[in-house]
């Protein structure tokens, strides 16, 4: 009799599935097995504390409200609803064990900010108090717990593979009063009057991935390093996978069908699709690639992932080039055309992105974190693994990846050589002919533009002087890049091939990893 009266009890309890970067019913494997276990209480807890740091911005919060709604949608023809609770995590979860008693707690691992990480140990630890079976299912093909990199990508390739999952047909439901999304802590911030580029919900994903796939994508590889062609170009799926209104795995699988498509054709008829097909296969596994860094290594969203570079940018942080550079106004026309777009439309292509940051890093000589967490604030497609991993790249303070220092007036000729992208963002200068408008400080522009804040060869010298002066004969530097290397190189770039000294490898496991307490 007592059995039975618990097994009626349990059978009572709600299984909440809680919606996090993955705001989609179809390829939802926490969805999917929260469903066949009974009564579900899909659920999205908007937390205001994520909410207020720095790198959270209104254009990611619009796009999120728009993804949930279309989710909400998608639930609604399941047979239940996405239940929106504001406030913390702990605090929901208690009322909501309180009230109808939580059996188990469904959802795919955050990989996500350090704000996420520390959250997530904490309900870790409340859910075990309370005898409550959290699981959490990969998502990405970035893996919790790595040891070292040796088989990730052959594994990350498997996962690819695999079936996605189907939504379900019916959902066992509970009705349960939802809020409503708070307004963004910064809605007034003048960085929100823009016209931005990407739009949430799972439908213009989609649409995004056919129109990619079927058309824009044809000359990937020659247009995407270029803002003149890059909007029409590239994927612009970025944001969708941060937030997970498309899964990486229907992304990597329909590319890969339609590489499939292509081959059938004559050799004649498939144009650069092989190319562009080819790259962008190869995108996705990047994508994880950085983020996997991040999952293996929280400390570098903070710290310089080589101790080498400690103290090197250290001594000074100029504000009035942080300014001008986070304002377009650094007197170099490509860099501030880059920046003013992206402030407008929050999405930049790769290749400018990194200019930027290279500008900031290099010729301004600016410690990293600050502009990072300004650019974060701007993506719409912010994604701290990559965010961050790529920040340091660019900014040199990995110690195994090569020195890039874009010259900003090349990439100009280069990527605009008719000046067309300056002038439609930097109309100060629309006056100037197709040379004047590259180096407007060697004629009298008689404008409001401002003058150069550095000389760029000189800056630029000075700075690869500073870097390459420390990797020099830096013996520390040396035995702590292959440290690094070892931990969160690529096995596809030949890092594998590095001369390692021959002594017994040490666990490469951080202690500051996350480590739910199960």
Same mark, same amino acid.
């Given at each position: 009799?007592?059995?039975?009266?618990?097994?009626?009890?349990?059978?009572?309890?709600?299984?909440?599935?809680?919606?996090?970067?993955?705001?989609?019913?179809?390829?939802?494997?926490?969805?999917?097995?929260?469903?066949?276990?009974?009564?579900?209480?899909?659920?999205?807890?908007?937390?205001?504390?994520?909410?207020?740091?720095?790198?959270?911005?209104?254009?990611?919060?619009?796009?999120?409200?728009?993804?949930?709604?279309?989710?909400?949608?998608?639930?609604?023809?399941?047979?239940?609803?996405?239940?929106?609770?504001?406030?913390?995590?702990?605090?929901?979860?208690?009322?909501?064990?309180?009230?109808?008693?939580?059996?188990?707690?469904?959802?795919?691992?955050?990989?996500?900010?350090?704000?996420?990480?520390?959250?997530?140990?904490?309900?870790?630890?409340?859910?075990?108090?309370?005898?409550?079976?959290?699981?959490?299912?990969?998502?990405?093909?970035?893996?919790?717990?790595?040891?070292?990199?040796?088989?990730?990508?052959?594994?990350?390739?498997?996962?690819?593979?695999?079936?996605?999952?189907?939504?379900?047909?019916?959902?066992?439901?509970?009705?349960?009063?939802?809020?409503?999304?708070?307004?963004?802590?910064?809605?007034?911030?003048?960085?929100?009057?823009?016209?931005?580029?990407?739009?949430?919900?799972?439908?213009?994903?989609?649409?995004?991935?056919?129109?990619?796939?079927?058309?824009?994508?044809?000359?990937?590889?020659?247009?995407?390093?270029?803002?003149?062609?890059?909007?029409?170009?590239?994927?612009?799926?970025?944001?969708?996978?941060?937030?997970?209104?498309?899964?990486?795995?229907?992304?990597?699988?329909?590319?890969?069908?339609?590489?499939?498509?292509?081959?059938?054709?004559?050799?004649?008829?498939?144009?650069?699709?092989?190319?562009?097909?080819?790259?962008?296969?190869?995108?996705?596994?990047?994508?994880?690639?950085?983020?996997?860094?991040?999952?293996?290594?929280?400390?570098?969203?903070?710290?310089?992932?080589?101790?080498?570079?400690?103290? *090197?940018?250290?001594?000074?942080?100029? +504000?009035? /080039?942080?300014?001008?550079?986070?304002?377009? %106004? #650094?007197? @170099? &026309?490509?860099?501030?055309?880059?920046?003013?777009?992206?402030?407008?439309?929050?999405?930049?292509?790769?290749?400018?992105?990194?200019?930027?940051?290279?500008?900031?890093?290099?010729?301004?000589?600016?410690?990293?974190?600050?502009?990072?967490?300004?650019?974060?604030?701007?993506?719409?497609?912010?994604?701290?693994?990559?965010?961050?991993?790529?920040?340091?790249?660019?900014?040199?303070?990995?110690?195994?990846?090569?020195?890039?220092?874009?010259?900003?007036?090349?990439?100009?000729?280069?990527?605009?050589?008719?000046?067309?992208?300056?002038?439609?963002?930097?109309?100060? *200068?629309?006056?100037?002919?197709?040379? +004047?408008? /590259?180096?407007?400080?060697?004629?009298?522009? %008689? #404008?409001? @533009? &401002?003058?150069?804040?550095?000389?760029?060869?000189?800056?630029?010298?000075?700075?690869?002087?500073?870097?390459?002066?420390?990797?020099?004969?830096?013996?520390?530097?040396?035995?702590?890049?292959?440290?690094?290397?070892?931990?969160?190189?690529?096995?596809?770039?030949?890092?594998?091939?590095?001369?390692?000294?021959?002594?017994?490898?040490?666990?490469?496991?951080?202690?500051?990893?996350?480590?739910?307490?199960?």
């Amino acid at each position: 009799m007592q059995r039975e009266i618990i097994l009626s009890r349990v059978q009572q309890m709600i299984n909440v599935v809680w919606f996090k970067r993955d705001l989609r019913v179809h390829d939802n494997e926490a969805l999917v097995r929260a469903a066949k276990t009974g009564r579900v209480l899909p659920l999205y807890i908007y937390e205001p504390s994520l909410w207020r740091q720095e790198e959270m911005s209104c254009r990611q919060h619009d796009f999120l409200k728009a993804s949930l709604e279309e989710l909400n949608g998608a639930l609604h023809e399941l047979g239940c609803k996405l239940i929106i609770k504001n406030g913390d995590a702990i605090d929901i979860l208690r009322d909501l064990h309180v009230r109808y008693g939580i059996n188990h707690v469904y959802s795919h691992q955050e990989t996500w900010n350090g704000w996420t990480y520390r959250r997530d140990i904490k309900v870790a630890r409340w859910l075990k108090s309370h005898d409550i079976r959290w699981f959490e299912v990969n998502q990405n093909g970035v893996i919790r717990g790595l040891k070292d990199r040796n088989g990730w990508a052959k594994k990350w390739q498997t996962q690819m593979a695999t079936s996605q999952f189907l939504a379900p047909k019916k959902i066992e439901s509970i009705s349960e009063p939802s809020d409503a999304i708070e307004v963004h802590p910064n809605r007034s911030d003048k960085n929100n009057k823009t016209q931005i580029l990407l739009k949430g919900g799972r439908k213009e994903g989609l649409g995004l991935l056919s129109s990619f796939l079927n058309n824009r994508g044809e000359h990937y590889t020659k247009k995407m390093s270029s803002p003149l062609t890059a909007y029409d170009s590239c994927s612009l799926l970025s944001a969708h996978l941060a937030f997970g209104t498309l899964s990486m795995t229907e992304v990597f699988q329909a590319a890969e069908n339609r590489k499939l498509e292509i081959q059938t054709l004559k050799k004649s008829d498939r144009s650069k699709w092989p190319s562009t097909l080819n790259s962008f296969l190869g995108r996705l596994r990047w994508h994880c690639h950085f983020i996997q860094k991040l999952e293996d290594e929280p400390r570098i969203e903070f710290e310089n992932m080589h101790s080498a570079y400690n103290g *090197l940018r250290c001594d000074t942080f100029n +504000e009035d /080039h942080f300014v001008a550079w986070k304002t377009g %106004n #650094t007197g @170099y &026309p490509m860099i501030d055309a880059c920046m003013r777009a992206l402030m407008q439309t929050g999405w930049l292509n790769f290749r400018m992105r990194a200019m930027l940051v290279s500008f900031s890093s290099y010729h301004l000589w600016l410690h990293w974190r600050r502009p990072a967490i300004y650019l974060g604030s701007l993506f719409v497609d912010f994604e701290p693994g990559i965010h961050f991993s790529q920040m340091q790249m660019q900014s040199g303070t990995t110690g195994i990846n090569s020195i890039r220092i874009y010259n900003p007036v090349k990439q100009s000729y280069d990527h605009d050589p008719d000046g067309v992208f300056i002038r439609k963002w930097v109309p100060e *200068l629309a006056h100037l002919n197709n040379t +004047e408008i /590259h180096e407007p400080w060697r004629v009298n522009i %008689n #404008t409001s @533009y &401002p003058a150069q804040i550095i000389e760029e060869q000189v800056a630029r010298k000075k700075a690869a002087d500073r870097v390459y002066g420390l990797r020099q004969n830096n013996t520390h530097h040396n035995l702590k890049s292959q440290e690094i290397a070892r931990k969160h190189g690529s096995r596809k770039s030949g890092l594998r091939n590095l001369q390692f000294n021959k002594q017994k490898k040490q666990p490469l496991l951080d202690p500051n990893q996350l480590k739910l307490p199960f």
